[in-house]
């Protein structure tokens, strides 16, 4: 075997560990894509809702200031009344 044989044999091996090396760095990289795409995708949705319940909660506010005035301006309505 000549030695440009024997350093090419010697190589392959450390190249296929490589290999393997990326793969499994690569794997972990893409688990750990996957997981805070998840997270991501679980705020994201807590937060729709949170906006959901705030334009409720909203509504229901204007919807009281308008009660509100509503009722206040009544006395004025029956003092005009009288």
Same mark, same amino acid.
């Given at each position: 075997m000549?030695?440009?044989?024997?350093?090419?044999?010697?190589?392959?091996?450390?190249?296929?560990?490589?290999? #393997?090396?990326?793969?499994? #760095?690569?794997?972990?990289?893409?688990?750990s894509l996957a997981a805070a795409y998840q997270d991501l995708t679980a705020r994201l949705s807590a937060l729709e809702q949170l906006q959901l319940e705030n334009a409720r909660l909203l509504e229901l506010t204007k919807s009281q200031a308008n009660e509100i005035d509503s009722l206040l301006q009544m006395p004025l309505l029956l003092l005009l009344l009288l």
């Open positions: 000549g030695p440009l044989r024997k350093n090419l044999g010697s190589r392959i091996p450390n190249a296929a560990a490589s290999s #393997n090396s990326a793969n499994s #760095n690569a794997d972990v990289t893409l688990q």
